[in-house]
């Protein structure tokens, strides 16, 4: 073992060189420099930070996005604690977050291991598995649909092994609309995450593993030893990623479900649609999204700790 | 003699494992491509072939009228052309300010360059949700609702600040020298910009361009936030429009699926290389 850890911290990165000298340009911007940042912040600006702010003051309003919005204070958020929808749709989402994000992650992370071998035909399962990260979840949705109508593919097959008495609306049932949704979401999901351990794991150095194998450690050992405490980088912006997508997911849900049947699949990210869009309730939807915000702003902190670190 | 022995036995042994190594990889594989084929397969089926049949069965007929039936009357074809305008322009202009701005940030000394840099991919990490209401009610102010700059204007917006901090971390890592060398020989920062930056941040650039295709292509959310009209909407929100045109007439939502999908899937399969290298930029860093 003490071969094992001097060996991992000598692959801790180099000390970073001394600030100032890595920009090296001119000490004074020149002014098309400072356009070359202005527009694009400009660009983020209009589109983001401004309407991000208008965002959190719309919360403590409410609107019908007609008549002038009328200030409520903290109504909004008072009535979430009311609201079995918001309920549902808050614990759904907690659910997704869990199951989507843990079996995406566990899942990808195994397909890595199995797949990192560079050997004959591993591109094409990796090609195989990394396909469905190019669909649009909208076509993602729709193929599965096909796959879970009462005469599709997946009834048809329970019938054929003899579980026929399993055959089921899978879509239209309340107790499986929301996992038949998050099937679909994983199938996608799996490749972007391999592709990042895959990229992870190559950065491993090999003598890592020599050294443990000389230290006698065996498979388990220095999958356990190695390989999880090399990967810790890649691990935290796999979980940043999971729960980004998370919280953000809307599509997959929106073109499979819409939420429905009577909301067992309702994430936060539908409701506040639906709430904002559909009820034209504006007020309540941006207090909804002000909810969504503060859940991934953990998250994007932490993110941002990292990548400040880094930036540096 | 012994040794010949456990040599024998390791051959078979590694034989062995290379064989369970391919039955398992393949039957993983098979079991994601299962879903494409049966999207194809579908899309060439007659309705009353799926009709009399299920979706589920072995397909007794072979049409290309699906094809036609979603491009020309589901207005496919529209709604594809949409997308092309909204997405071309917008991961040229997008990669176009992303490059300025992590050019300036990289290779200048500028008062607040973290802040500012971190303040843009923080922008870009914000939750979507929280700008919906506001960026469609400001659409209609500045008199864009539901018209394709709208969606142009927004997806640059939420897009540049990502892109800024993978050019950024790609540009940090170009040596001084080059930069100083081409300062004595008297070029401005335009010049270094488009003659030195950006030619050796290629690379970058041809992932990011990969990537932001498909992210782009493939977004419903803007898309339905700032559009209203059924005829100015892209692929991804034409394709649900579709299925609630032709009700349980999978052989033409499966065509529909199978052309709003080409795009994008070509796009991978000529820079497969690229579009990995992409994914890892960002996050591998």
């Not at chain 1, 003490?2 to 100032?20: C, I, N, S």
């Not at chain 1, 566990?106 to 199995?114: K, R």
């Amino acid at each position: 073992m003490a071969v094992l850890t001097t060996a991992a911290r000598k692959t801790t990165p180099v000390p970073t060189p001394p600030r100032g000298r890595r920009a090296g340009g001119p000490r004074r911007t020149p002014p098309l420099v400072l356009a070359f940042v202005l527009v694009p912040l400009l660009a983020e600006a209009v589109w983001v930070f401004w309407p991000a702010l208008q965002g959190f003051y719309l919360a403590l309003t409410s609107w019908d996005g007609v008549s002038a919005p009328r200030f409520v204070g903290l109504a909004n958020f008072r009535e979430m604690l009311h609201d079995d929808i918001f309920r549902t749709a808050a614990l759904d989402t907690v659910l997704w977050l869990v199951l989507f994000g843990g079996l995406s992650a566990l899942l990808g992370l195994a397909t890595a291991l199995l797949l990192q071998q560079e050997r004959r035909g591993v591109g094409f399962y990796r090609a195989a598995l990394f396909l469905p990260v190019v669909f649009s979840l909208v076509a993602t949705a729709l193929v599965w649909q096909a796959i879970y109508q009462p005469d599709g593919v997946l009834n048809q097959l329970l019938q054929a092994v003899g579980l026929g008495s399993l055959r089921h609306a899978w879509l239209a049932d309340q107790d499986t609309a929301l996992y038949a949704v998050i099937v679909p979401a994983l199938w996608r999901q799996i490749g972007y995450v391999m592709v990042l351990y895959l990229a992870g794991l190559k950065g491993i150095d090999p003598a890592l593993y020599e050294a443990a194998k000389v230290d006698g450690a065996g498979r388990w050992q220095s999958f356990r030893h190695v390989t999880l405490p090399q990967l810790r980088g890649v691990n935290a912006v796999v979980l940043s990623v999971i729960v980004i997508d998370s919280l953000r997911s809307f599509d997959v849900v929106w073109s499979l479900t819409r939420g429905g049947p009577y909301h067992s699949s309702e994430l936060l990210s539908t409701y506040m649609y639906s709430t904002a869009f559909q009820s034209l309730r504006l007020g309540y939807g941006s207090a909804l999204a002000v909810v969504i915000f503060l859940l991934a702003f953990g998250v994007i902190a932490s993110y941002l700790v990292r990548a400040f670190r880094e930036a540096d | 003699m012994t040794t010949r022995q456990t040599s024998a036995a390791a051959l078979r042994r590694r034989r062995l494992s290379t064989a369970g190594f391919h039955a398992g990889a393949g039957a993983l594989s098979l079991l994601w491509l299962l879903p494409i084929a049966l999207v194809l397969v579908t899309s060439l089926r007659s309705f009353d072939d799926i009709a009399a049949h299920g979706l589920g069965s072995w397909p007794r007929s072979f049409t290309l009228g699906n094809f036609r039936q979603a491009w020309v009357d589901g207005g496919q074809q529209r709604a594809l052309v949409n997308s092309l305008l909204v997405t071309v322009p917008c991961v040229l202009v997008t990669l176009a300010l992303a490059a300025m701005a992590a050019f300036g940030l990289s290779r200048y000394e500028m008062p607040l360059r973290r802040t500012l840099l971190l303040l843009m991919l923080g922008g870009n990490l914000l939750p979507p949700q929280i700008l919906l209401i506001p960026v469609s009610k400001l659409s209609e102010l500045m008199g864009v609702y539901d018209t394709l700059p709208a969606l142009i204007g927004v997806q640059i917006g939420f897009g540049v600040g990502f892109y800024v901090f993978v050019l950024h971390g790609f540009m940090r890592s170009i040596p001084v020298e080059i930069q100083q060398a081409a300062v004595v020989d008297g070029a401005g920062p335009w010049q270094i910009f488009w003659r030195i930056i950006l030619p050796l941040t290629r690379p970058a650039l041809a992932a990011l361009s990969a990537l932001s295709f498909t992210w782009i292509f493939n977004d419903l959310l803007w898309a339905i936030t700032v559009l209203r009209t059924d005829t100015k909407m892209p692929i991804t929100a034409a394709l649900i429009g579709l299925q609630g045109q032709y009700v349980s007439m999978w052989n033409v939502i499966a065509a529909g699926s199978v052309i709003a999908a080409a795009p994008t899937v070509a796009v991978f399969l000529r820079f497969q290389r690229h579009f990995v290298a992409g994914l890892n930029l960002g996050a591998v860093k």
